[in-house]
């Protein structure tokens, strides 16, 4: 059996593991590619087996502090031959001393913790048909409108690093649609919701509390586009869970975020919706 050779994916051909990632069900955004390459450059891998793709990995390095593990993916057929321990061992060498975060099948957590991670918590996949409200609330903006600086600030408290440059791509990007909710100057709350291959999802959502989140989502959900939804939620913060049930929308999927060390304290109360489970 030939040897599998493993190398970085270069930014244009990161979309082999967007298009892997639909296959195994995760539904990614269709302008994910273009954005996940911006954080690391050299963040993908690919493992080769006479130069045919089998296997796939991403350690994303936000700053010299952290970094962010996804689709790690080995083709079936090629599974139960140690090439994805392989392309793992690669991922986390390009980590080097950073902690690494993941979000993991529940039942893959097993595995992880033989590689240092330990569970923080989990998060929720709701999912679902919403119907659009017939206008958005008045006092809701255009993400845009607002002060790069003052969105930056406000991830800091729901972000382990600072990820400047792919915040502005994933607020920017073509299909993407952000909002904001200002209140006496300061911002209370924003989200962004994005097209996918089904539907789209809404991520990140950050407020400080459900009433501005739900201002902020009725914006999102008012925006052209489909009406099918889905929204990441970590598991501790119920007002989130609770705006997801009152818009009927259903636990369909659960990850567990682990991380290999200590990070900054995070405001998950103020998480309404996680950004990506790929890139944190």
Known sequence: MSDLQ???????????????????????????????AIPDT????????????????SCVTYGEHFAFLGFYIVRPGFRGRGHGLRI??????????????????VAQQDNYKQSGFQLAYANIRYSGIVAPPLKPPAE??????IPFALVQADDATVFPAPREAFLRAW?????????????NGKLAAWG???????????????????AAAEAVLEALLASPGSNEIVLDIPAMN????????????????????MYTGPIASLRLDRVFGVTSFELG
């Open 192 to 210: 962004v919701i994005r097209p996918c291959r089904t539907g789209r999802k809404i991520g990140p959502l950050v407020a400080d509390d459900r």
């Open 140 to 145: 809701v903006v255009a993400l845009g409108t």
């Open 42 to 57: 050299r963040g993908f891998f690919v493992g080769e087996i006479d130069g045919e793709p089998v296997a796939t990995v």
């Open 6 to 36: 493993i190398r970085n994916l270069r930014p244009d051909e990161i979309s082999i593991a967007i298009d892997w990632a639909a296959t195994e069900g995760w539904n990614p955004g269709l302008a994910d590619a273009a954005c996940f």
């Open 171 to 183: 607020i920017n990007s073509p299909g993407h649609v952000g909002r904001a909710l200002l209140r």
């Open 238 to 257: 119920r007002d989130a869970i609770a705006i997801a049930e009152c818009l009927s929308l259903k636990p369909t999927f659960e990850t567990a975020r």
């Open 88 to 105: 793992w061992n690669a991922a986390i060498a390009h980590a080097g001393a950073r902690v690494i975060g993941l979000d993991g099948v």
